[in-house]
């Protein structure tokens, strides 16, 4: 049977990223520049520097992609890229990128959505079996998608306000850490104990969406209240009490979707999914209701372009391509 050798290229938000993988899952190179410290001294990721990153790096990370894969471009199958959502700036570069060598090498062009990307990394790990739920955990999406075939995807739940990652982020803002400030609370909040009443976003008894801006809110008036009493709370138990918050939302909500759909698999995808705690109360609730759980290393739970040759090897295979029209597109749905 003939090999399908699939060029992924990401560039949606900070990372500009090129990979080679084969049949969708053998990764032949996997290359990320990440522009992290040009953003940390900002608090966030800037629009417009990103975009002049993305510029600057694309053709030498894809040079190397290249390289280090040991493929010629005669010997791909086609070029997925992220068209959406994201960054629109950042977005076109890498659009643009994978035109180029489409076109100039007539090979196909697949258009893949960031999130089909974030859990096909798990496609990559262990191969994926249906019906299938995961739980979509980064810096700017918090989603339950439900998978009953390949390349097909159903958003049961999302965020009605802040991802997880940025209420991370947030919190650990106003707590003084430098950004990304998910790690240090996740960090803290081994130290801590959850002492501190928090709320929880249940929403109505039946949605799987999820909110976390409330909570946000909750820690920062918890601090201001303290302050205003001349009192002290240790930051290892805000980290914890806040942790504690919303893992307990996002592991109940996931077991319960998990159990009304039927599913016997579970995947964790995104860059949160680092997070220690999560981690632990997923892997043991997984456990107990005899479900498989699958969570990449963070090499492909973070931003990167193996997971979007993967899912761009699925779509190749399914007969999706992508015209000439092809465009980033900054609010792509799932
Ligand atoms: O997926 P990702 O690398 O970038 C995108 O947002 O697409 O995720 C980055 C987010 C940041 O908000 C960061 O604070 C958070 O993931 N994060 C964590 C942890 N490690 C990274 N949040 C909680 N606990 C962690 N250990
Ligand atoms: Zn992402």
């Not at 290249?66 to 994201?86: K, R, Y």
Request: charged share 20%.
């Amino acid at each position: 049977e003939k090999n399908i050798i699939i060029l992924g290229i990401e560039t949606s938000c900070d990372e500009t990223a090129v990979a080679v993988v084969k049949n969708g899952r053998e990764i032949l190179s996997n290359i990320v520049s990440s522009q992290m410290e040009s953003h940390k001294r900002f608090g966030g990721v800037v629009p417009e520097i990103a975009s002049r990153h993305h510029v600057e790096q694309i053709t030498t990370i894809l040079e190397e992609a290249m390289e280090e894969a040991n493929v010629s471009f005669d010997e791909l199958d086609g070029i997925a890229v992220t068209e959406g959502p994201g960054l629109v700036g950042a977005l076109l570069i890498g659009v643009n990128a994978a035109k180029a060598v489409a076109f100039t090498q007539n090979k196909p062009l697949i258009g893949v959505h960031h999130i089909a990307g974030h859990i096909y990394a798990n496609h990559i790990v262990e191969e994926l079996t249906f019906p299938l739920l995961t739980l979509v955990v980064s810096g700017g999406h918090t989603e339950l998608v439900y998978m009953e075939e390949h390349g097909v995807f159903h958003v049961i739940g999302e965020t009605r306000d802040d991802a997880v990652g940025e209420a991370y982020d947030k919190v650990a803002r106003t707590l003084g850490l430098p950004y990304p400030g998910g790690p240090h609370i996740d960090r803290l909040s081994q130290e801590g104990e959850p002492t501190i009443p928090l709320p929880r976003a249940w929403l109505e008894p039946n949605s799987f969406d999820f909110s976390f801006s409330g909570l946000k809110s909750a820690v920062i008036n918890t601090l201001h209240n303290a302050k205003q009493r001349g009192e002290e709370i240790p930051v290892e138990n805000i980290a914890a009490s806040f942790q504690d918050s919303v893992i307990d939302v996002l592991v109940t909500k996931t077991l319960k979707a998990a159990e009304e759909k039927k599913v016997d698999r579970i995947l964790l995808a995104g860059g949160v999914a680092a997070n220690k705690g999560l981690r632990e109360q997923l892997s043991t609730k997984c456990e107990e209701a005899g479900i498989k759980l699958t969570i990449p290393p963070m090499s492909l739970c973070t931003d990167n372009a193996a997971m979007i040759a993967s899912a761009g090897t699925i779509f190749y295979e399914l007969g999706y391509r992508s015209n000439d029209q092809l465009n980033g597109q900054p609010g792509l749905e799932l």
